[in-house]
């Protein structure tokens, strides 16, 4: 019933509706019949609206599914995916019996936080000074610093971060890295060298054999979640494995060790500038042991002056002296222009163009033979000798002989030669003087044992260099250099020849110094003056040197070349660099276990010197 009243009063309000709708269009002109005409139009325009914003939304999912889809999806996955390139370590390198020089190990970090320690910072201070080894009074005047960050120590090994770790102490934070590892220290940084805070190699082996050092790392892409962890499952698998790859040098640490020994001996004793010591391989150029000193720590490089970071024995050029004379008579044989059986007439001085040369200590040896010449290191014996020669013909076999450029060893920052030139050498006959006996041009101490190296090899110019290869755990090579062929200069004749003429300047000559029981050793001395800043000379300075050749009897052969700079006193090289070349010598014959020589070394028995003169002259 209800219900009904109010139908019934609703029909009666819009009757009423309806009678005041006609009263009004009566008043203004107008029909009731024209109002119920506007809803077809208004629900029309209701439809278009609905329609056109159909289209609209189809339009713009046509849009972002269709024609934005890749750029929208690319967004997507920049945000799902983070791109890491994650750091792996550096190769080792090892010597050639696989004793580590340059590893990469795990190293820490230690940052303090002051504001989160929940004990006092007293307490820490004591607990850390105990681990890190720094006093109490210095970790709390760093505590008080700054609240936060403060850096407490860096490079700290694994098991002193592991020893932190296990203090459980709020506000002490390590962050892990590698770092750079040289377990013999200053043993090898000649070849080896060192890399800096970025990890860079800035010297030896470790800056010019970056690409076999550094292990390929590609970026990898790695999911995570929405609030931005990653995603283990996600992972690429094994995208943190590498290589068991390690760079194996030719140095053998045993000779390095014997010869930086010998070396810094006689440094020490002639209070010398500084010296090197070479050992090379004569057959294929690789090199055993390279030193120089003074040298550096690589661990600690930042604590050494920037000059000892350049290997001097490849970098600095020096007047080599008599030492280069056996590569001239080698020269005069080769060519022709002399026979071992020419003599010379050594009256102890000649003028040449003006100038005056004489021999060491003036003497004079009379009528030498060319073995004689190099046997009492006559300067005057080898300027007549290097006369039988035209000056052209001359400069073309220093030329052929590589000098004036590099030898190009695998190491960094070799320096090339220097010589006068073609026009320079042939205008003034004091040049061709002058290099007979090992002045007036320079090259480098490993340009030196190349160029001797080709007489013990049977007349090879090999490339001196200290990378053996890349090598597998097991020991199996992965990686070879590619070497430049031996370039064929003399011939194995006039080499061998000129190796016996040296072996007499051991068993009887300038070389005593370097002789060894029991073994022929081929060798040469030499004292040179230093050129000074203001041209000319100067008389007080002296480089002395000596190389070596062990054994003279055998197909594997070994040069050693022993360099000392500006040594006090009256010396020579036969009283300085020789005892360092035996030395050395004696720790090869070890070494390598070379049995001594079959037959007895004879003495010479070619034409006599006269009594009066000097039996042991100095060189």
């Known amino acids: 019933m209800a219900s009904s009243e109010r139908w019934k009063r609703n029909r009666s309000k819009s009757g009423r509706k309806v009678e005041e709708l006609r009263e009004e269009r009566k008043t203004t002109g107008g029909s009731i019949k024209s109002v119920f005409l506007l809803s077809p139009v208004r629900l029309l325009l209701v439809w278009a609206v609905l329609i056109f914003a159909t289209l609209g939304l189809g339009f713009n999912l046509y849009r972002l599914q269709i024609v934005t889809s890749p750029v929208l999806l690319k967004k ?20 050639r019996n696989g004793n580590y020089l340059a590893t990469d190990q795990p190293s820490y970090t230690l940052y303090a936080h002051p504001k989160l320690f929940k ?40 098991d002193l971060a592991n020893h932190i770790s296990r203090l459980n102490n709020d506000g002490l934070e390590l962050i892990g890295q590698y770092s750079r590892l040289y377990p013999q220290q200053e043993l090898a940084a000649d070849v080896v060298g060192y890399v800096d805070s970025n990890h860079r190699g800035q010297a030896g082996v470790e800056y010019s054999q970056f690409k076999l050092l550094e292990r390929a790392v590609h970026s990898v892409r790695i999911s995570r979640s929405g609030n931005g962890e990653m995603m283990p499952d996600y992972m690429p698998e094994g995208f943190l494995h590498y290589d068991d790859l390690q760079l194996k040098l030719t140095i053998d640490n045993r000779l390095q060790r014997a010869a930086r020994s010998a070396l810094k001996e006689k440094i020490k004793k002639f209070k010398a500038k500084r010296g090197a010591v070479i050992v090379m391989n004569a057959q294929d150029g690789s090199l055993l042991a390279m030193v120089s000193e003074p040298t550096y720590n690589p661990n600690e490089y930042s604590k050494f002056d920037l000059g000892l970071f350049k290997n001097w024995a490849l970098a600095d050029l020096y007047e080599p002296g008599s030492t280069f004379k056996p590569i001239n008579v080698a020269i005069a044989l080769e060519s022709g222009a002399v026979t071992p059986e020419t003599t010379f007439n050594d009256s102890g001085h000649i003028t040449i163009a003006g100038w005056p040369i004489k021999n060491a200590q003036n003497k004079s040896y009379g009528s030498v033979n060319i073995t004689q010449i190099l046997q009492y290191s006559s300067n005057i014996g080898m300027v007549q000798m290097m006369q039988q020669l035209k000056p052209d013909v001359y400069y073309s076999w220093l030329q052929k002989l590589g000098l004036g450029n590099k030898v190009g060893i695998d190491l960094p920052f070799e320096s090339p030669g220097q010589m006068k030139t073609k026009q320079q050498f042939m205008s003034s006959p004091i040049e061709p003087a002058t290099t007979s006996f090992g002045q007036g041009f320079s090259l480098t101490p490993i340009q030196l044992v190349t160029l001797h190296a080709s007489l013990a090899n049977g007349g090879k110019i090999v490339t001196p260099h200290v990378v053996r290869g890349l090598f597998d755990s097991q020991g199996q090579m992965y990686l070879q250099p590619n070497l430049p062929p031996p370039r064929p200069v003399f011939s194995p004749q006039t080499s061998d020849t000129v190796l016996e003429m040296m072996e007499k300047v051991v068993s009887n000559g300038t070389g005593k110094p370097a002789q060894i029981p029991g073994y022929r050793i081929g060798g040469k001395t030499g004292t040179a003056q230093k050129a000074s800043a203001s041209g000319g000379y100067d008389s007080s300075a002296k480089i002395t040197s000596f190389v070596g050749i062990l054994p003279v009897d055998s197909a594997q052969r070994y040069v050693v070349l022993a360099v000392v700079d500006n040594p006090e006193g009256n ?49």
């Open 76 to 95: 997507a996955r920049q945000q799902q995916m983070v791109s890491l390139r994650p750091f792996v370590p550096r190769r080792s390198v090892v010597d």
């Open 119 to 158: 004990v006092s910072k007293q307490e820490v201070a004591n607990q850390l000074s105990k681990i890190i080894n720094v006093p109490e009074d210095e970790l709390l005047k760093k505590f008080n610093q700054k609240n936060s960050g403060v850096r407490i120590a860096q490079s700290l090994r694994e």
């Open 571 to 619: 010396v020579f090289g036969s009283i300085v660099a020789a005892p360092i070349v035996k030395s050395v010598m004696e720790a090869i014959i070890s070494i390598e276990e070379i049995p001594p020589s079959q037959e007895q070394q004879t003495m010479p028995s070619q034409q006599q010197i006269p009594l009066s003169q000097p039996q042991q002259p100095q060189d």
